[in-house]
């Protein structure tokens, strides 16, 4: 069968671009391997973290060019998550009531002070709280707490509401979506591609389509062989935790510029705790593979022993649950989003904040498939910056 565009991946990415593709009028089939959003879409905490996270600023030197464009891109993703729930019809447990980054030490403070100079030159709203401000503003912190940037946009979302929405409403322009599909090759073939994969059934099945879509996530590099493409998708193994309800207490998302920390409250009470803590992926002679990663309880009483120190009032808290999602990288942190000029017609979206920007790397890479050209530049993260991974490749 024949489509405008194939989609490979089922999660928030795929599920999104699908979305817009079938929007704009396209027919579109989505391909996923197990059900979907339960990959990483699914397993992550949920934070809409719009200011540079901790594994960005640490290394703000080697990115510098990177991110003189990465924080404009925030702005438009604020002002998507704005309207979404309006624009797919559905609650989201969404709430953006702001966020803070926290310092401790004089280095902490003065990373805080460069962050905010390259945010607020691109035109982020955030406010550096001292000591006094920031516990006028969250009493619930720690008086080791010395300083934070703020920002009014910061918040949550649920992880498990948004993805299935946004295949709904594909469904519903006329998108199809096969679940419990391995694909097994794609390749060219003229100026189509032509895609193979196993169902669950047994049945082997074939389509073609004039656009193909890489949205695999962590295992975008793994599909991109089947295509002759190095793709640098790595997956990492990541740790979040929750806590039993109690009453609600901490307002913002609350991150850290010094340690790896990432704690907000949910409407129900439980307190999420995370914040880039690593998981073991299963690995089988040499090779990561599928399936869902051990929790690491040395990184687990770390993560906790950070929130604890920043807020004293969990320390009464049981965990409730502890789980682990694997989520893709890419060796400058930033995602790939865009085409593949060796490869016409192949689009890649994976890597990144996949969450907090997932929405809309999705609508503007459809923009980019139909019109040629996004509404906002993907050029800082176009997978055309590898190229030279792949000019032997044939």
Request: aromatic share 6%.
């Amino acid at each position: 069968m024949h489509y405008d565009a194939l989609v490979i991946g089922g999660g928030l990415a795929g599920c999104a671009t699908a979305c817009y593709l079938a929007e704009a009028g396209l027919s579109v089939a989505l391909l996923e391997r197990g059900e979907i959003n339960r990959g990483a879409s699914g397993q992550n905490a949920g934070s809409l973290h719009f200011q540079l996270e901790h594994r960005l600023i640490h290394h703000a030197d080697a990115l510098a060019d990177e991110l003189q464009h990465y924080v404009a891109l925030t702005q438009v993703a604020i002002d998507h998550w704005r309207g979404i729930e309006a624009e797919l019809e559905s609650p989201l447990e969404l709430a953006m009531h702001g966020g803070l980054m926290l310092a401790e030490t004089d280095e902490d403070i003065g990373l805080l002070e460069r962050k905010a100079a390259i945010e607020q030159a691109q035109g982020l709203e955030v406010t550096l709280l001292d000591a006094a401000q920031t516990q006028a503003r969250a009493p619930y912190l720690s008086p080791a707490v010395r300083a934070a940037l703020y920002c009014p946009h910061e918040g949550h979302c649920n992880p498990r509401l948004l993805t299935p929405a946004y295949a709904r409403k594909a469904k519903r322009l006329g998108a199809s979506i096969v679940t419990h599909c391995a694909v097994t090759e794609t390749r060219r073939q003229g100026n189509r591609w032509r895609v193979r994969g196993a169902l669950g059934s047994g049945e082997v099945c074939e389509w073609t389509s004039d656009v193909l879509v890489n949205a695999a996530g962590a295992w975008a590099m793994d599909l991109g062989r089947m295509a002759n493409l190095h793709l640098p998708v790595f997956p990492v193994g990541l740790l979040m935790n929750v806590t039993e309800r109690t009453a609600l207490f901490i307002h913002h998302l609350i991150q850290h510029v010094g340690r790896r920390l990432s704690m907000k409250q949910v409407d129900d009470g439980n307190v999420l705790i995370g914040g880039g803590w690593s998981a073991r992926l299963p690995q089988q002679h040499g090779q990561w593979l599928p399936g869902r990663p051990q929790v690491d309880m040395a990184a687990l009483r770390a993560n906790l022993r950070t929130a604890l120190a920043v807020a004293p009032g969990i320390e009464s808290l049981r965990v409730l649950r502890s789980w682990t999602g694997t989520t893709g990288i890419t060796p400058d942190q930033l995602p790939l989003i865009g085409a593949v000029s060796r490869a016409p017609g192949y689009y890649v979206a994976a890597g990144g904040s996949g969450f907090t920007y997932g929405p809309t790397y999705a609508r503007l890479l459809s923009e980019l498939i139909t019109r040629g050209e996004a509404s906002h530049s993907l050029a800082p993260y176009s997978p055309d910056r590898f190229a030279h991974m792949n000019m032997f490749m044939g």
